[in-house]
């Protein structure tokens, strides 16, 4: 204090001799906090950001798959279905031979043991088109309860994106209105240190 009680005074004459530690430091960490508010703002908007590209990437997932059920070009099941066609004329043959050898059998021109390979022959073609056919409606159904789990994956992340985006927009809206307070307070406290009546940490 450099006036005393009954000093006279002119102006521009020192009255006091201040110290500014505590009031830039208060300024400094409002500025930090400032920061802070901005960067959890992109954090927030980067997140919304990947989530978004996770709904992409599970609906063009599923429009293929469910393109394979409807133009029957599913990738795991045409080997499956060019082999159940070899099979069954494979069959168509091997049914003909043995027709004509059980003919041929009552007139003696071929023996009971032939016959009978041409028989277990068509019994094996079968068993393999039946397991054919069942691994095809297999891999169907598997394909099938891959859109069901793919759609219902589609509809729960849609829905928790949708709530999550709602409850980042209050975030982010909160946070903006703390931005636009801290940033009136520090142009505020910012004026003081500029104000006439002060001087190189003096009012005079």
Excluded: W
């Excluded at 709904?55 to 060019?82: F, H, R, T």
């Excluded at 032939?114 to 891999?139: F, G, H, M, R, Y």
């Excluded at 004026?191 to 006439?196: E, G, Q, S, V």
């Amino acid at each position: 204090v450099s006036a005393k009680d009954g000093t006279i005074v002119n102006k521009g004459d020192t009255l006091f001799t201040l110290s500014y530690d505590d009031y830039t430091l208060q300024i400094a960490t409002l500025e930090k906090e400032l920061e802070g508010y901005e960067l959890e703002i992109k954090g927030l908007q980067a997140n919304t950001n990947v989530a978004s590209a996770n709904i992409d990437a599970l609906s063009k997932e599923l429009a293929l798959k469910k393109g394979y059920c409807s133009s029957n070009q599913d990738p795991d099941i045409l080997p499956l279905k060019n082999t159940l066609t070899t099979l069954k004329a494979d069959l168509e043959e091997a049914q003909k031979l043995y027709d004509a050898n059980l003919s041929l059998l009552e007139s003696g021109a071929v023996s009971q043991t032939e016959v009978d390979q041409n028989k277990l022959a068509c019994d094996k073609l079968k068993q393999k088109i039946k397991d054919t056919e069942t691994s095809i409606s297999k891999s169907q159904d598997a394909r099938q309860l891959e859109v069901s789990t793919l759609q219902s994956k589609l509809n729960a992340t849609t829905l928790e994106v949708s709530n999550v985006d709602t409850t980042k927009a209050s975030k982010i809206s909160g946070l903006q209105n703390k931005i636009e307070s801290t940033t009136l307070t520090l142009q505020n406290m910012k004026n003081k240190l500029t104000a006439p009546y002060l001087k190189d940490h003096q009012l005079v």
